[in-house]
């Protein structure tokens, strides 16, 4: 720590490595793991391997290139680089397996546990039905009213705060209309419930 706050200054200052830092992690970081939500084609391990590689290519042109060929990317190029070589490696790797179709070992070990849930809802008496369906409820409405709650604490703090007001009021709106979802979802499912009674 002592060492990165030394090199901190010749870096360029803390903006510059704040900046840099999230140029050069974001997409490695953060690509793979999103990627694989709507894939089933992308291991844990190739995205292991993305995630490394492209973080050392970003690290070479940040830390190694400047001092020993002379060659800087600006803070656009950066970015360009930080985010847009994942995704290439990503598409590439993607488009690879999906022509090979080969589907990833991951997807099919989730399929067969998503099978064996559905199994297990299946088997399940009404009186255990029941009291997951008010549990179910219960969390919802802790979610609603935390939402709620914060909403009101936002826009509270938008009629006593000098700078940022806009701000901050727009930030309570989107929380409070983001409660909706929950609340309208803890009604439908107090519905479900009033219908249905324990051992029926």
Known sequence: M?????????????????????????????APPIWALFSKYLTGRASLWITLITL????????VFPYTLSFKLNRAEEM???????????????????VAGKVADDYLQYTQNLLKLKQQKAALNSAELYAIRRQNYFGLRVITFSLFFTSAM????????????????TVAG?????????????????RSIGTQTPGN
Do not use: C, D, H, Q
């Open 2 to 30: 002592i060492v990165i706050a030394l090199i901190v200054p010749y870096i360029g200052g803390m903006v510059e490595v704040v900046l840099s830092i999230a140029a050069i992690t974001a997409g490695p970081l953060l």
């Open 154 to 169: 936002l826009a509270g703090l938008s009629f006593i705060t000098a700078n940022g007001r806009g701000l901050t009021a």
């Open 80 to 98: 360009m680089t930080g985010v847009g070589l994942p995704l290439l490696l990503l598409l590439g790797y993607e488009l690879y397996r999906r």
């Open 174 to 190: 989107a929380i409070f209309i983001s409660a909706l979802i929950p609340w309208l979802a803890a009604r439908r499912m107090k």
């Open 56 to 63: 050392l290519i970003n690290l070479l042109f940040k830390l």
